[in-house]
């Protein structure tokens, strides 16, 4: 029986964190941080349960099931839980967040030499899926390539970049903005949602799974537990990488009080403190994070839907990366405009789906659980969607009275309701048919 060394464990930890650290991983924490200001540690902690917490139960849930996402939605039907994963892996996928990973990274790292005219933007994006491409066709390599080379380079420019926030701060810890007073906790929380790492790690699953029966484990068992170390290296990684961007961005009042984002936080901060060289340095984490959340999201995209249809992998790998070049090319904002109300919509579904998979135990029959707890959470998530893209007037005004409406989590209640009643029905109905 095959089992992974400790230098490969750790190359498949390093894999994992690579794949979930994307632009946004390393945006939303600055901006976060320096509106939390003397409330930083309370806002953090809120921001890890949602960007590191759920991401890591996605994949302890994964691992659970054997790492495809048909086996978590299995209790809903296969028809049903086959439109839920396409919406998913599409959204996640060559649609919205795999052309975000270059435009975004163009943008950072690439427009503040060459301009953000559309020749540079086409050849950056041909470049960097080219390369997407080449790591993504043969992912029994992906270890290899991504956790044991690509991401050493990453680790160490986040290093110098993490380092220099602690030990070299812009300034002093700013003042509290009025958002973050009265609840920094939730705030951070919420703002941690925005990462939308839960849905990547629904998809990421199955390359874990992958790259680690790739290495000859056959074992169900061993592709669990190594799957949970995996994610949990990968959750420490960024963990820590988030503590140091909160503290950069709360230290950098000073010098970028009037920054809107967290792009033009870092490009101050970077360039208050190594000149060009530290822009050079944002370029050089910004490509290698997106190139490498590319990868897993290409990668996943592929296993899935060559399983899904007559199609063989390396063929949708191609198709998927050309389309994912016509989108990048459409611009940032046009991408971003679209992009956010449905994954908005979408987040609710991925984060109870986790979770009810994870209270498996807890049900006689999935799916009288399932089945009406996913469909409320639908009919609210869409309810969301339509307000985050601003058509407000198609929700029901009792919609936007619900707690938490305002941050886009109107869901929860409702759903938290539907939950009790299904488990107290599933609970009766299992009695009663055991009885019979």
């Given at each position: ?220 068992a061993l592709v669990t537990r190594y799957s949970m170390v995996a994610g949990a290296i990968a959750a420490l990684g960024l963990s820590l990488v988030y503590l140091a961007l909160f503290y950069l961005g709360a230290t950098s009042q000073g010098i970028a009080g ?61 198709v998927f990366t050309l389309f994912s070049v016509l989108v990048a090319n459409q611009g940032l904002t046009q991408l971003i405009s679209v992009s956010v109300p449905v994954l908005v919509g979408l987040y609710p579904l991925a984060i109870m789906l986790v979770a ?25 998530g869409v309810a969301d969607g339509l307000s985050a893209a601003g058509f407000t007037e198609l929700v029901p005004v009792l919609f936007t009275r619900l707690p938490l409406a305002a941050q886009s989590m109107g869901w929860l209640v409702p759903v938290m309701v ?19």
């Open positions: 029986m095959t089992r992974l060394k400790g230098l490969d464990l750790l190359a498949l930890g390093f894999m994992t964190f690579a794949l979930f650290l994307g632009a946004g991983n390393i945006i939303f924490p600055p901006s976060a941080g320096m509106a939390a200001g003397q409330s930083l540690w309370f806002a953090a902690l809120g921001f890890l349960l949602t960007g590191v917490g759920l991401p890591l139960l996605t994949v302890v849930a994964l691992a659970r099931v054997g790492g495809g996402m048909d086996r978590l939605t299995a209790p809903l039907g296969r028809g049903a839980g086959t439109l839920l994963a396409v919406a998913v892996y599409l959204a996640i996928g060559p649609l919205f967040a795999t052309p975000r990973t270059a435009v975004v990274s163009f943008e950072m790292g690439i427009a503040p030499f060459t301009g953000n005219a559309a020749i540079p933007l086409f050849v950056y994006t041909a470049l960097f899926f080219s390369a997407t491409l080449f790591l993504a066709v043969n992912p029994g390599q992906l270890v290899n390539r991504v956790g044991k080379f690509i991401t050493p380079v990453l680790l160490a420019a986040l290093l110098v970049l993490g380092g220099a926030a602690v030990f070299a701060p812009a300034g002093d810890i700013g003042v509290t903005a009025e958002s973050y007073r009265s609840g920094p906790l939730l705030k951070g929380f919420l703002e941690g949602y925005l990462t939308m790492d839960t849905l990547g790690a629904l998809v990421f699953g199955i390359v874990i799974a992958t790259a680690i029966r790739d290495r000859g484990v056959s074992n169900a009037e920054a809107q984002n967290g792009v033009q936080i870092l490009t101050t901060y970077v360039q208050h403190t190594f000149g060009t060289t530290g822009s050079l340095l944002l370029a050089i984490v910004i490509t290698l994070a997106c190139l490498t959340t590319a990868v897993g999201l290409t990668t996943a995209c592929g296993e899935f839907f060559s399983g899904l249809m007559p199609v063989g992998y390396r063929t949708v790998v191609v009810l998979n994870l209270l498996d135990r807890c049900w006689v029959s999935p799916s009288r659980v399932f089945v009406p707890v996913m469909a409320v959470t639908l009919l609210f539907t939950l009790m009643i299904a488990f107290a029905m599933d609970r009766l109905a299992g009695k009663r048919r055991l009885a019979t």
